[in-house]
């Protein structure tokens, strides 16, 4: 078999290389302790996990979803309602909110119900994955706006060529991102917003963790922006705040046109979640949110003993604002595939490489904070009790 150029194309998969190194260490009787992956490692609240039970034994929750492609009414409802809560941000049920199978499916049905073969996208660098795969496999093409810490890792759109510009069917942003760990403020999105209507274009940002912040920072989103329904989507999920990264729910919201772009390729493509997923996630939106400032103050206590750590180590790291993540500069500008296998073999640790995201990544690593406790703790007492050696190795 010969497979699809379109997987011919995509970026070599990094991360692959990372786990045959584990393999390795580990067949050397390496115990390995990954701050590669973020996934919590809390389990979903229990007043979720019973909304999916009791739903799970309702036989009218067995079929096929109501309204397939586009979610239940019910749930579509609870979505809007928090927007409005939270954002303070009013969106119609009806045509502005789609039920998503997790939020990295979206960037696939926007790719799809959007881009033409030889169409552009601008995507920032370094970046999520999966935003440059869903391009690719729309058979369109990609421009990389870098994100540069001298600007807070947002891009400077006004450095976007005008030709560029001009051919760009979209513009993708995730903010509070993920692997830098920044933030934008309000006026960011505004600058994105004027820049979308001047060039006609669809602006998405993919909002994961807008409830994963710290020390009271409160992320805004992209449809707070004045004119942002005219061309701004937004991408949300229920995995970060709510610990259900394994059970596929997320949301699509904003511009009328684009939801219904996206819900015509979901349409053709699957037929909805699960009804009693949907009836968590109703549960998870609506009822009491306290389990979310919990599980983000564990974040907040590991990312003070994260950061301390690195510190000593000689990294010049900024405690994040947002998502749980740490993105810090390797040393000596070391080579972040170089740092990571050393941090490896010294003590037994993972951290993502940033050239995994994309070339802009290179010199940074990405830590984790979803690792138990007390294996954050081990992690994090082998780096300092290697701290000699490590240092002794950078300076080389
Ligand atoms: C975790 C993550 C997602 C995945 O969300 P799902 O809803 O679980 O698909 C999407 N975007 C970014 C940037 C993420 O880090």
Known sequence: ???????????????????????????????VISLGVGDPDHPTPSHIVEALCKAAHDPANHPYPPDEEKGMLAFREAVAGWYARRFGVQLDPQTEVLALIGSKEGNHHLALGLL????????????????????????????????????????????????????????????????????????FYQEAVAFARTFDLVVCNDNPYSEIAYDGYQPVSLLRAEGALEVGVEFNSLSKPYNMTGWRIGMAVGNREVIAAMAQVKENTDSGIFAAVQHAGIAALTGPQDCVQAVVSVYQHRRDRVVGVLRELGLQVEAPRATFYVWA????????????SLLLEEAGVVVTPGIGYGSRGEGFIRLSLTVPDHRLDEALRRLVERRAAIRAAVSH
């Open 329 to 340: 500069p390797t040393p000596n500008g070391m080579p972040s595939m170089d740092f990571a």
């Open 1 to 31: 078999m010969e497979k699809a150029e379109r997987l011919k194309q995509l970026p070599p998969y990094l991360f692959v290389q990372i786990r045959n190194k584990i393999r390795e260490a580990q067949a050397r009787g390496i115990d």
């Open 116 to 187: 033409n073969p030889g169409d552009l996208a601008i995507v920032p660098d370094p970046a999520y994955p999966a935003y440059l795969a869903s391009v690719i496999f729309a058979g369109a093409e990609v421009y990389r706006v870098p994100l540069d810490p001298s600007r807070g890792f947002l891009p400077n759109l006004a450095d976007i060529p005008t030709d560029v510009a001009r051919r760009a069917k979209l513009l993708v942003l995730n903010y509070p991102n993920n692997p830098t760990t920044a933030v934008a403020p309000l006026e």
